[in-house]
Antibody, heavy 117, light 110 residues
Framework: EVRLVESGGGFIHPGGSLRLSCAAS????????MNWVRQAPGKGLEWVAY????????YYADSVKGRFTISRDNAENSLYLQMDSLRHDDTAVYYC??????????WGQGTLVTVSS | QSVLTQPASVSGSPGQSVTISCTGT?????????VSWYQQRPGKVPKLMIY???KRPSGVSNRFSGSKSGNTASLTISGLQAEDEADYYC??????????FGNGTKVTVL
C-alpha cells in the first residue's frame, strides 16, 4: 500500500522558515517524481513544486520561486520542502503527492502551515 | 500563473448527469493530453478520478468520464449519487508552468 506521511507543519511568523518532510513507503520511491501541492483554508488546490525521480529536474510555481526549495533523499524514502521568507499567503495545508505520468495518483494527509504575526 | 476556469458550482438530482467544464489555453489544456480530475470530499484528501483526459484509475466508478475539445476539458458524472457530492478540480500539465489547477467546482446532489 502506498503511504505518504507529511510532517513539519506548524505556526510561524512572517519572514520565518520551516522545513516540511514527507515519508514515503509501499512503493519504490526512487522511481517516481514527486510534488508538493497546497490548499489555503477554504480555497482550491495550488501546485507548488516538482522534483524528478533522479533529482535531475526541479520546477516551482511562480508564487514560491526563490523562497522554497524542494529536495529528496531516495535512500531515506523522503521528500522535503524548505520554506523561507514565509508570508501570510503561504498559510495552507501542504500535501506531498506522487507523480505518475504527470498526474497525482497518491496524496498524503497533509500538514498545516500557519503564517501569522 | 493563471488557473484553469471551472464553474463554481453545478447541481443535479440523483440519477441525473452533470458535466463540469475546465477551460485553459492552447499552452496547457489544448496542447497536452495530460488533464486530470480530482474529487475532494469535505475534510478529505484529493482523490484522482480521471487522468490523461479520459482514463480512469482502478477502483473509480465508470460513472465518471472525461473528454476534451480544443482548450476545454470536461468531467461528466452519470447516474449522480449522494456520495458524489464534493469539490472537483481539474489539472493540466503546462510545461513551463508545469501544472495548473482549476479553481474548483462544487457538485451538489439535490
Amino acid at each position: 500500500e502506498v503511504r505518504l506521511v507529511e510532517s513539519g507543519g506548524g505556526f510561524i511568523h512572517p519572514g520565518g522558515s520551516l522545513r516540511l518532510s514527507c515519508a514515503a513507503s509501499g512503493f519504490p520511491f526512487g522511481d517516481f517524481s514527486m510534488n508538493w501541492v497546497r490548499q489555503a483554508p477554504g480555497k482550491g488546490l495550488e501546485w507548488v513544486a516538482y522534483i524528478r525521480e533522479s533529482r535531475g529536474a526541479i520546477y516551482y510555481a511562480d508564487s514560491v520561486k526563490g523562497r522554497f526549495t524542494i529536495s529528496r533523499d531516495n535512500a531515506e524514502n523522503s521528500l522535503y520542502l524548505q520554506m523561507d521568507s514565509l508570508r501570510h499567503d503561504d498559510t495552507a495545508v501542504y500535501y506531498c503527492a506522487r507523480d505518475w505520468s504527470y498526474h497525482f495518483d497518491n496524496w498524503g494527509q497533509g500538514t498545516l502551515v500557519t503564517v501569522s504575526s | 500563473q493563471s488557473v484553469l476556469t471551472q464553474p463554481a458550482s453545478v447541481s443535479g438530482s440523483p440519477g441525473q448527469s452533470v458535466t463540469i467544464s475546465c477551460t485553459g489555453t492552447s499552452s496547457d489544456v489544448g496542447r497536452y493530453g495530460l488533464v486530470s480530475w480530482y474529487q475532494q470530499r469535505p475534510g478529505k484528501v484529493p482523490k484522482l478520478m480521471i487522468y490523461e483526459v479520459t482514463k480512469r484509475p482502478s477502483g473509480v466508478s465508470n460513472r465518471f468520464s472525461g473528454s476534451k475539445s480544443g482548450n476545454t476539458a470536461s468531467l461528466t458524472i452519470s447516474g449522480l449519487q449522494a456520495e458524489d457530492e464534493a469539490d472537483y478540480y481539474c489539472c493540466s500539465y503546462a510545461r513551463v508552468t508545469t501544472f495548473l489547477f482549476g479553481n474548483g467546482t462544487k457538485v451538489t446532489v439535490l
